[in-house]
């Protein structure tokens, strides 16, 4: 995504809350014109800055309801820019529609169409769908006469977006290309945003696969390398490992390539596509046998292969180096197991 060249086409606000609540739908019946600079710049950075390089979603339009009103919503709008005012109301009611939490707050709901994104290679309009739910307070202070005056104001913080989507006009026929923003929290009643109001589902691209992939690896750790199938903790470590590193300085994955790097024994490749067909039954994915590693989900995924041996309460061993130099064993005059660390200098 490159928003170098971006321009605020239309822009319109509106208000929803939930749908228990009566008066909590609110629409403008203009749009807003901005010819202030400096106001652009500040409306572009708090919509765009938010949305970084990670998962793609489509909307469902295959799922069984068999319409989809966000995606016809956007289909008008980009055939047609001079409708966004009245399609922008149909979002609205659509948002305040499928708000069915009384613990869902009334906010801001901004619409903004923007010319000139880039995505993909590709340049092309996106339309931006975006929700302020939380507000703080600012402290304005200000010389009035001979003396400063201090006074408080409820605002929104335009370094915190709280929920957003950009909907790209590519892949029109299957669903268009979407990206999501949504912090505001993670319980039951969030969960409007994705799935209720967009309707989204994950595009099965090579962050999907590398992300996925990156899970197999972590689940088959925790469930098949264990003390119980005699995989000594160090052994799990050392294998975590070797998958992090495969993805992260790898350009592209290759299944062959990484069964010979990563597992190697026969019978532990033997056990690992096993793990990896029953996870793709389970979880409904289907791996590519070769797909480009995406590197922004190998940020994000590292983070669950913590090199951590946890020994009691008393110690944490973290293992930034070769496995190999640990040495587990046990003390038979103090009933106890120990760790036997081996290293060159101390700092």
């Known amino acids: 995504m490159d928003f170098s060249n971006v321009n605020l086409e239309r822009f319109v606000i509106h208000q929803v809350g939930n749908s228990f609540e009566s008066n909590s739908l609110v629409l403008s019946e203009n749009e807003l014109s901005i010819e202030d600079s400096d106001l652009k710049q500040v409306l572009l950075s708090y919509f765009l800055s938010s949305f970084k390089p990670g998962a793609f979603y489509e909307f469902d339009i295959n799922s069984q309801s068999g319409t989809h009103p966000m995606r016809d919503y956007c289909l008008t709008i980009f055939q047609n820019n001079n409708q966004f005012l009245e399609y922008s109301k149909k979002i609205a009611h659509w948002l305040h529609k499928t708000s069915q939490h ?22 092309t309009d996106c339309l931006g769908i975006f929700k302020s739910e939380s507000k703080d307070l600012f402290l304005k202070v200000y010389q009035a006469k001979q003396q400063f005056v201090a006074e408080f104001e409820q605002g929104i913080n335009i370094r915190r977006l709280d929920k957003g989507c950009l909907v790209f006009n590519i892949r029109e026929n299957e669903g268009y290309k979407v990206t999501v923003v949504d912090r505001v929290n993670r319980s039951q009643e969030a969960l409007y945003w994705r799935f209720d109001f967009l309707n989204l589902r994950q595009l099965t691209d090579s962050y999907y696969q590398t992300e996925y992939f990156m899970q197999v690896c972590k689940e088959f750790s925790n469930d098949i390398l264990t003390e119980e199938n005699n995989v000594q903790k160090s052994e799990q470590i050392a294998f975590n490992q070797r998958s992090c590193d495969y993805f992260k300085a790898s350009e592209r994955f290759d299944l062959e390539d990484f069964n010979q790097k990563v597992i190697g024994h026969p019978e532990a490749v033997s056990a690992f596509e096993e793990y990896r067909k029953q996870f793709e ?7 590519d046998r070769s797909f480009p590693i995406s590197k922004p989900a190998v940020v994000k995924s590292k983070k669950y292969f913590r090199p951590v041996i946890k020994l009691d309460r008393n110690f944490h061993v973290y293992v930034h180096g070769d496995p190999n130099l640990i040495e587990r064993g046990w003390d038979p005059d103090r009933q ?8 060159n200098e101390e700092t």
């Open 102 to 123: 009384p613990n869902i707050k009334t906010g801001e709901l901004y619409l903004a169409l923007f010319k000139n994104c880039e995505i993909d290679g590709q340049t």
């Open 281 to 287: 039954e389970n979880y409904g994915v289907e791996f």
């Open 336 to 343: 106890m197991r120990y760790y036997k660390l081996y290293f």
